[in-house]
Each structure stands twice: as structure tokens, then as C-alpha cells.
């Protein structure tokens, strides 16, 4: 968005202009490929930094069917049952980590990382421990079988699940009642985390558990508020296990907010033990692309290879046929991997169609339709802040809260606002904290941006004060937190200065992916231009800034835009809002495969546009005709700016369509908009 009282004037002439010219840009397709599309599980899941592993039983390893299989698709191995207690000190004190050994040092010596499972659990406990009645023995049992297991196989290990299956089954929410728990009481959880920490640091600490899919249910949330009650008080935690033993129906519809809601307490989130009854296809590929879309979701762990080499082997749940072929489960996972079955596979008609459904649900449509909220958030003025409009939202959506940030524009000039609420339904309730009253301080200060910069374990605010701005806060929730304006760029880079023209040079937008950051930024004259610098050294160093893309008519391509990565597929989206021929502002996309690449137009067009009033309905009433500057609900909040392929949401600024006059005191309003064409 523009500081400067502007387009009165020129919104006429932009009628004119574009009736007659066709909308182009230069970013066009080049024809350059994805990333290489692999054809193993693992391989693919390495592709998005994940693992695809699969639990092993010790005593099949001689089986070369088995093994070939296992080193060909997995990267990550968890022991069926010999970590466990019955086998590891099947008496106290006399440990036996012979047949786990037989499995972690094979997964080393091929390249496999392990999961450990599990140090403490109510089953498979030998006789011994569970009739244990004093609360010192216990504890140091417990804590001994810990820290003995943990230092046996230190270095190895990528994460343990430290405990397993605490919680109840059923409507209470609360432990189920084991001899840990009813001797030692709830605290025996902290306990062994604590104690899992200090036996090796390094590796990751899980708590794993079933039925915890269904965001809706009691066990889900009493799960839920164990981890978020361990990261308030600083209990060691690092990652959830979600079994996902599934019946037919595969997971849960919400499976991916049960997975996005876990990851926002600040914990990885895994599939541990998958297992679909009678695999059909798509509840693989749902289940998978509930973990692919969710960044910290780390990795997948199928429990087992072939059927008759599961625990559920009646119900031929798992990826691979007692003979060892690929069942169309497994090209339906691959697919939504983001990886490309092999022509031997997948073959028959029903495969093939399995193949295509999962890969057309990872990408994005070339057409949107939308719903749009009424008018949710209003500018909340109080005794030193007169504000007209509230503009150019950024959003996160972390630790159970939705956290905006926007514009507070009047006729004098612009700053920010932050306010966080649960639930849509609250946002216009929510508190403003004026920024101004911060380390951010007075003056022009517009159209932010947020997200987490996972590197650095801070949160960054990009804004527009002339140059290019950030602040930064470790804590999102304390508006207090923001250190003071800091500029990217020296001054206007060279080629931005040689083509402004009239413009003004507006809305920063930073995006980082595993190498590089790159800051894109609009000139209100038809120009999108993109700095790089790598990943760390930022945020110093943007340097080689390029016209990322263009277009003739400077109001087709204007400002506004956002770039993002969308989960699940190999695939940036750019948006860039564009005045359309009504004078009304819209929104325009394009894809790539790469950051630093040129741009293909998705929707593009004003009869085809991203987002623009006429393919947005407005179920409580059509207060907007303007679709403006805005923010999607991503899928994480860090610097990769994932967003989900499916159910899009667009929070935006629209205004009364009969208001006029000083164009920064428009009335602008915030409301939300929700793709209703989603295939996925
Ligand atoms: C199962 C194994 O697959 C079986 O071989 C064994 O008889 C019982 O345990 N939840 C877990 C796993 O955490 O350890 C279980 O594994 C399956 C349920």
C-alpha cells in the first residue's frame, strides 16, 4: 500500500487503459522442471527435509524380500518391540539390547535414521515393574530404565518416544491409569521427560499415542493441554507421535488441525504407526498430505512393510502385498508425496485413477471461487489514535491464536496495529495495541508482514517506512517485545531508483527457502523486484536485485503482492493486487517452481482472476467491491510461508464501495475470504 494520497485522478484513466490492453507480464513459463520427482518413499519424503520409515521386527531381517524392500522405500526405522521394556530389562537391572542393536546398527550402516520406542508404557512392562507399590522404587526404576536404555544407544537415536499411551480412552481427557501413574500420580510424565533430557540432549523427545487424530476428541485435547501446560513450564518436550491406526475411513477429516494445532505449541509433529484397514488408496494419500502440508510435520513411519508382516495382518493395512508388491496404497502415497510412481506400477485403471486424484489435490486449481465474511475487523480508535482505516493485515495463526498485524492509516499518515484472538468469531473484540507506543515508534510505518525466523528463534516484522524495515520480538504475543526500525537495503537499490518513475516503492515481503531469502518489493508503476541473500546472513546482505516481474500497464501488476510455498507440492504462488478496469482493486497469481525462477500465470486475468468480487460471494452481504491488500492463513508461521494446497483462506481489506475522497481516509475494513472450490 501507497503512504501518499494518490489515484483520485488517475482511476479514470486506468478504464481506458485497460479495456484495450491485454494483461502481460513478463514471467512466463521457461519449461524448467520440478525438483527431480523420486520414485521411493524415502527419497521423495527427503525431497520436504521428512523421513519415511517403517517399524522392523528383528527376527525378519533375514528375510531378503524384507530387507530389499526396507532399504530400497525406507529412510527411517523404529523397532517393533525390541526397545521395549519386556525385552530391555526383562528383569531389574539386567538389560538386553541385543536384538535392538541387531536393527539400529543395519539402519546405520544403511543411512536409516531411528526412532526409539518407548521407554516407558503401561504394556508390554514385564511383571516385575508393574507390581511395583512404593513411589521411590518406582521412580527409580523408572528413571534408571530411562537413562540405561537412552545412554546404550546415545548418538544413534533422532527421536524417543520417552512415554507411551498415558492417556484414557474415552470422554475423560485425563491419564488412563497405569502403574506409573497410580503409584508415582501425574507427575511421573514430567519426571521421565526431565530424565530423558539430561540421559542425551540431543535427541528429540516424543510423546506418542492413538486415537489423538480427531482434533475433537477428549483424549486429543487432554494430550493437547499436557504439551502446551510442558512448554509454558519449560518440561522438555519436542515432538508428538500420532499412531494413526486407522480404520477404513483412514484419518479423521481434521487430521491436519489436530497435526497444524500440536506443531503451533512449538513441537514437531510425526505419523508413527500408520496403518490403514484394508489401505485404501486415498486414506493413505489423505493421511500423508495431512503431514505434508504441515511443516513441522517431520516425518511418516508406516508400522510395517507387507501385510502378513503386520500386527493387523487380517486386515491387510499396510503398503506392500504378502508377496512384496506395491499395492495401489503405495502409489497413492508416493503421490502425495509429491513423488512419481513408475510406470510397472500403478497400472490397472483403479491405480491409475488413485494416482491422479492424490497428485491433482497436491497443486493448486487455475480457477477460485470464494466466500467472503462480512467486515470482521474495524479500526478501534482511541484517545491519541484516530483511525480511519485498518489495512494490508498480515497474519499467523500460532500457539492457539490467530496473531494480525496491520496498517492504521488516517489523513496524517500511517502506523501499526497488533491484536491476537481464539477464533474468527472474536476478532472484532480483540484488543488494538497501537505500535506507535512501542520500540517500533511514530511515524510512517505500513503494510507489515510477519513470520518466524526459525534460525534465529525470532520473530520478525517487515515494513515499509520509505526504505525497507523490520523489527524484531522472541515473543509474538507481547507487542511490547519489538525492537526499534532496522533497513535492509542502505538506500533504494539502482534499478528500482532507474524504473520508480512515479511510483512509490511499497510492500516488503520476505520468503526464505532452505538456501536463500529474498525480499520482494512493488513500485506502483508495473515492476515486482526481488533481492536475495542467503538464509544466514540474513537479514543483512540483500543484494542482486532483479525485476522480478512486470507489465506494460503499471496498475496490472501494482503492489500488494505476497509469495508463498505451497505445501505438499513443488510449487511458489505469487499474488499481486492489480486495479481492474472498474477501478476496483483485485487480485492476480502466478506459480513457480522455483523462488528465484520466472513466474506462469495461474488465475491471472480479470475474467479469471485470484480473487476479485466477482468470484467471491458474500453470504452476509456485499459490503466490499474491492478485494485489497491482504495476508493467507498459512499453514506454519515460518519463513518458508507454507501454505496449505486446499481450503485457501484470504484475509483482505475492503471498504464500503460508496466511500470517497482522501485516499488515506478511506474506510477500510478487514474481512475473510474462504475458497469454496477446493477439490482437496
Ligand atoms: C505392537 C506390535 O506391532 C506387536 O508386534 C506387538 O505384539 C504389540 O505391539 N501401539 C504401539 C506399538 O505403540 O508399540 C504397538 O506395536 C502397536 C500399538
Not at 525390541?82 to 546398527?105: H, L
Not at 544466514?536 to 503499471?554: E, L
Request: proline share 5%; charged share 15%.
Amino acid at each position: 500500500m501507497n503512504p501518499l494520497k494518490r489515484l483520485g485522478c488517475r482511476q479514470a484513466s486506468v478504464l481506458g487503459l485497460l479495456a484495450a490492453t491485454v494483461l502481460v507480464t513478463s514471467g512466463t513459463a521457461t519449461g524448467a522442471s520440478d525438483a527431480v520427482r523420486a520414485s521411493t518413499l524415502g527419497a521423495q519424503a527427503a525431497q520436504s527435509g521428512r523421513y519415511f520409515g517403517t517399524a522392523v521386527a528383528a527376527g525378519r531381517l533375514g528375510d531378503g524380500t524384507y530387507t530389499g524392500i526396507l532399504d530400497r522405500e525406507f529412510n527411517s526405522v523404529t523397532p517393533e518391540n525390541e526397545m521395549k521394556w519386556d525385552t530391555t530389562e526383562p528383569s531389574r537391572g539386567n538389560f538386553n539390547f541385543g536384538p535392538a542393536d541387531q536393527i539400529v546398527n543395519r539402519a546405520i550402516a544403511h543411512g536409516q535414521r531411528m526412532r526409539g520406542h518407548t521407554l516407558v508404557w503401561h504394556s508390554q512392562l514385564p511383571g516385575w515393574v508393574s507390581s511395583i507399590r512404593d513411589a521411590n522404587t518406582l521412580r527409580g526404576v523408572m528413571n534408571n530404565h530411562i537413562t540405561t536404555e537412552m545412554n546404550h544407544f546415545k548418538g544413534k537415536i533422532y527421536a524417543w518416544d520417552v512415554v507411551n499411551e498415558a492417556f484414557a480412552d474415552g470422554g475423560s481427557g485425563q491419564l488412563r491409569s497405569s502403574v506409573f501413574r497410580d503409584v508415582l500420580g501425574n507427575g511421573f510424565l514430567e519426571q521421565a521427560f526431565r530424565t530423558a533430557r539430561s540421559a542425551d540432549p540431543a535427541a528429540k523427545l516424543c510423546y506418542n499415542d492413538y486415537s489423538i487424530e480427531d482434533w475433537n476428541a477428549a483424549k486429543t485435547q487432554g494430550v493437547y493441554r499436557m504439551v502446551r501446560d510442558f512448554k509454558s513450564r519449560g518440561v522438555p518436550i519436542d515432538c508428538v507421535g500420532f499412531q494413526s491406526h486407522f480404520g477404513t475411513g483412514g484419518p479423521p477429516a481434521n487430521f491436519q488441525t489436530t497435526l497444524s494445532n500440536f506443531a503451533a505449541l512449538g513441537v514437531d509433529v510425526q505419523i508413527t504407526e500408520l496403518d490403514i484397514a484394508q489401505a485404501p488408496p486415498t486414506a493413505y494419500a489423505n493421511t500423508v498430505r495431512a503431514c505434508m502440508n504441515v511443516p513441522r510435520c517431520t516425518g511418516i513411519t508406516v508400522w510395517g512393510i507387507r501385510d502378513s508382516d503386520s500386527w493387523r495382518s487380517g486386515e491387510n493395512p499396510l503398503l506392500f502385498d504378502r508377496n512384496g508388491n506395491k499395492k495401489p496404497a503405495y502409489n497413492a502415497a508416493l503421490t502425495a508425496l509429491g513423488g512419481t510412481p513408475t510406470a510397472a506400477s500403478g497400472s490397472t485403471t483403479a491405480q491409475r485413477k488413485a494416482v491422479r486424484s492424490a497428485k491433482s489435490a497436491a497443486a493448486l486449481p487455475s480457477t477460485f471461487k470464494w466466500s467472503s465474511s462480512g467486515a470482521l475487523i474495524s479500526p478501534k480508535p482511541d484517545a491519541t489514535h484516530n483511525i480511519a482505516g485498518i489495512k494490508d493485515p498480515t497474519v499467523v495463526y500460532y500457539n492457539g491464536k490467530y496473531h494480525v498485524f496491520a496498517s492504521a492509516a488516517n489523513a496524517s499518515g500511517y502506523n501499526l496495529v497488533y491484536l491476537s484472538f481464539s477464533d474468527w468469531s472474536q476478532a472484532g473484540s480483540a484488543t488494538h495495541h497501537y505500535l506507535d507506543r512501542t520500540a517500533i515508534g511514530s511515524g510512517y510505518r505500513a503494510a507489515p508482514q510477519v513470520f518466524y525466523y526459525a534460525p534465529q528463534r525470532l520473530w520478525y516484522l517487515v515494513y515499509q517506512t520509505g526504505n525497507a524495515s523490520y523489527s524484531t520480538n522472541p515473543d509474538i504475543s507481547n507487542p511490547n517485545g519489538w525492537s526499534a526500525p532496522r533497513n535492509f537495503y542502505a538506500s533504494m537499490p539502482d534499478i528500482i531508483r532507474q524504473n520508480i518513475g512515479n511510483g512509490y516503492w511499497v510492500d516488503m515481503w520476505v520468503i526464505c527457502d532452505n538456501a536463500n531469502c529474498y525480499l520482494f518489493s512493488s513500485d506502483d508503476n508495473g515492476h515486482l523486484y526481488r533481492s536475495q541473500t542467503t538464509v544466514g546472513q540474513f537479514p543483512n546482505g540483500f543484494t542482486n536485485t532483479v525485476i522480478a516481474a512486470q507489465d506494460s500497464n503499471r496498475y496490472a501488476l501494482f503492489e500488494a503482492s505476497n509469495v508463498y510455498k505451497v505445501q505438499g507440492a513443488n510449487q511458489y504462488l505469487l499474488l499481486v493486487e492489480a486495479i481492474g478496469s472498474d477501478g476496483r482493486r483485485y487480485f492476480r497469481s502466478w506459480t513457480t517452481s522455483s523462488l528465484a525462477g520466472s513466474w506462469t500465470p495461474l488465475a491471472a486475468t480479470e475474467s479469471n482472476p485470484f480473487a476479485r468480487a466477482s468470484n467471491v460471494t458474500f453470504p452476509a452481504g456485499a459490503w466490499t467491491k474491492d478485494i485489497s491488500h491482504g495476508e493467507m492463513i498459512r499453514a506454519g508461521y515460518d519463513q518458508t510461508l507454507t501454505i496449505p494446497a486446499c481450503r485457501l483462506q484470504y484475509l483482505y481489506q475492503g471498504k464500503d464501495p460508496n466511500a470517497s475522497g482522501d485516499y488515506n481516509s478511506l474506510p477500510w475494513r478487514l474481512g475473510l475470504l474462504t475458497q469454496t472450490n477446493s477439490t482437496c
